[in-house]
């Protein structure tokens, strides 16, 4: 495995719920000290990719840290579930991208057979989406794999000590969105909220509940089609650009409540 994969930024802390804060991106600064596990163990953890070779090149660079154990590897995010509830690891380093089962699918999973691991997400993905994705099925980190190797066990022992970390090419495009979410919604403050009809509030709120366009149209029994061209609708009347962003902006502006 090449000795590359690029700069991390530096500790977030970590609000409980996968949202996270940037302490700065000058270069992560971890150390061997105190982490979630008990004081003397080491770290323990899964390794989830497709690649053979990639989860091998992992173990080898890991193996040389006294303070961090592989425990097991898994080739998928279904076998990462099964093996995430047998081994009970610390942290789980995990692709986004893989067959049968994603690694952002089996966050959730991995989250409720195994509550106190801590989930990486290690990919090649620099999607806005996929890190969205990531963050609210409970990843505490989400990585791109040009860090350098030596960076990936900084990066474990920082998540398990309780922080987390993202990439600084992510954590900007996060905060740049973010920030874009709060000017458009500051512009639009004085001007009254647009009126949804009562079909576009219901399927609003199925996609505030994390459904995709299949399941809403099995919900409300119509087309696939005519739940995107209510969605479309609901984004030209708010004047956004993201399903996240209308369900934000509709709670804010109270044309939603989800209870």
Known sequence: MANRFGPVTGPVEDD??????????SGMTGTTGMTGTTAGEPIRVLVVDDHALFRRGLEIVLAQEEDILVV?????????VDKAADLLPD???MDVRMPKRGGIEA????????????????????????????????ATGYLLKEIST?????????????????????????????????????????????RL?????????????GM??????????????????????????LQLHSRMEAVVYAMREKILEIR
């Open 72 to 80: 097991g590897e898994a080739g998928d995010g279904a076998e990462a």
């Open 16 to 25: 409980g719920d996968g949202a996270c804060a940037d302490r700065g991106t």
């Open 107 to 138: 966050c959730t999973s991995i989250k409720e057979v195994a509550p106190s691991a801590k989930i990486i997400m290690l990919t090649i993905s620099d999607e806005e989406a996929d890190l969205y994705d990531a963050i609210k099925a409970g």
């Open 150 to 194: 030596d960076e990936v066990a900084t990066a474990i022992r920082a998540v398990a000590d309780g922080q987390s970390q993202i990439s600084p090419s992510m954590a900007s495009k996060l905060l740049t969105e973010f920030k874009s979410m709060i000017q458009r919604t500051d512009e639009r403050r004085l001007v009254p909220a647009p």
């Open 91 to 93: 942290i789980v380093l």
């Open 212 to 237: 995709n366009n299949r399941d809403i149209a099995k919900e409300l029994f119509i087309s696939e089609n005519t739940v995107k061209n209510h969605v479309r609708n609901i984004l030209e009347k």
């Open 197 to 209: 009809t009562d079909r576009e509030l219901e399927v609003l709120k199925l996609v505030a509940t």
